[in-house]
C-alpha cells in the first residue's frame, strides 16, 4: 500500500502511529495508521481486506507515493479477528447499539429543536407615534 498524497504541495509524510500490528488482519478501510504532514495528521485506510505486513516503523519520514505496508488479500479472516475491526467497517457486532446511539441523538437533539422552537419570543418594542413621525424627516437628510 502507498502514501497517499494529503496534499498538492506537500512530498513527504511522517508515520505518526501504527492502528495495527505487523500479521493483523485488516477490513477493507479500516484505519491502519496515523501519518503527520506539515499541515495535518491524517488517517491511512487499508485499502483491502487481508493480513498486514508493516514496512516502515514509526517515525519514518516517507515519500508520498512509498510503499509502507502490504496487504496479502489471499489471507483468510481468523475466526477471532480483533472486535475493533468488524466494528470499524459496520460489521455486525456492535452495530445495533451504534444506531441505537444514533437514534438517542437523533431524538434529543429534534426534541432541543422544537423546545427552542416553543420557548417565548422576546417582546419587540413598540412605535411610538414620535418614531413614526421623525422617519421621513430623518430621510431627507
Known amino acids: 500500500m502507498k502514501v497517499p498524497s494529503p496534499g498538492e504541495s506537500i512530498t513527504e509524510v511522517e508515520i505518526a502511529e501504527w492502528l495495527v500490528e505487523d500479521g493483523d488482519y485488516v477490513e477493507k478501510d479500516q484505519a491502519i495508521a496515523e501519518v503527520d504532514s506539515d499541515k495535518a495528521t491524517l488517517e491511512l485506510p487499508a485499502e483491502a481486506s487481508g493480513t498486514i505486513t508493516l514496512k516502515a516503523e514509526v517515525g519514518d519520514a516517507v515519500a508520498v507515493g512509498a510503499v509502507v505496508c502490504l496487504i496479502d488479500t489471499g489471507a483468510e479472516k481468523p475466526d477471532g479477528a480483533s472486535k475493533a475491526a468488524s ?8 452495530s445495533s447499539s451504534n444506531a441505537e446511539k444514533d437514534l438517542d ?13 416553543k420557548a417565548p419570543q422576546p417582546a419587540q418594542a413598540k412605535e411610538t407615534y ?3 413621525l421623525l422617519l421621513p424627516l430623518l430621510r431627507k437628510f
Open 87 to 94: 466494528t470499524a467497517t459496520g460489521g455486525d457486532e456492535g
Open 105 to 117: 441523538k437523533q431524538k434529543a437533539n429534534k426534541d432541543k429543536k422544537e423546545d427552542s422552537e
Open 130 to 132: 414620535a418614531s413614526v
